[in-house]
C-alpha cells in the first residue's frame, strides 16, 4: 500500500531547530508533488511548503525559517526547520499529489502521512 510517515517532531526550546523528515513506501516520491501542512488545536489545516521536480514554495511566516528538500535515495522529503518560534506550534503532515505539482492548499493531494507533533516552548 501506499504510506508516508512522517518523524522527526518534538519539544523545542523558542529560537531551536528541528528537521522533519517525510518517508514514502510503495510509490516513488520523485514523481510526485509533496506537501507539508500543520495544524494547530482550534485552528485550520495550513499550508507550510511544497516541493516538486522544478521548484519550491514556503508560506509567508516560515520564509527565512524553513527549507524543504528530498533525497531521492532515501524516497524522503525534510523540512528543516530553524529559528522556531511558539507559533509554530502544531502536528505538522506530510501529502503527496499524483500530479506533481508544488501547491500549498489541500485540494489535490492524494495521499496523507499520520502527522507528527512540534512543540515550541520555554
Known amino acids: 500500500q501506499l504510506q508516508l510517515v512522517e518523524s522527526g517532531g518534538g519539544l523545542v526550546q523558542p529560537g531551536g531547530s528541528l528537521r522533519l523528515s517525510c518517508a514514502a513506501s510503495?510509490?516513488?516520491?520523485?514523481?510526485?508533488?509533496i506537501g507539508w501542512f500543520r495544524q494547530a488545536p482550534g485552528k485550520e489545516r495550513e499550508g507550510v511548503s511544497c516541493?516538486?521536480?522544478?521548484?519550491?514554495n514556503y508560506a509567508d511566516s516560515v520564509k527565512g525559517r524553513f527549507t524543504i528538500s528530498r533525497d531521492n535515495a532515501k524516497n524522503t522529503v525534510y523540512l528543516q526547520m530553524n529559528s522556531l518560534k511558539p507559533e509554530d506550534t502544531a502536528v505538522y503532515y506530510c501529502?503527496?499529489?499524483?500530479?506533481?505539482?508544488?501547491?500549498?492548499?489541500?485540494?489535490?493531494?492524494?495521499?496523507w502521512g499520520q502527522g507528527t507533533q512540534v512543540t515550541v516552548s520555554s
Open positions: 510503495g510509490f516513488t516520491l520523485d514523481y510526485y508533488g
Open positions: 501529502a503527496a499529489r499524483r500530479l506533481a505539482m508544488c501547491v500549498m492548499t489541500e485540494d489535490g493531494y492524494n495521499y
Open positions: 516541493i516538486s521536480r522544478s521548484s519550491t
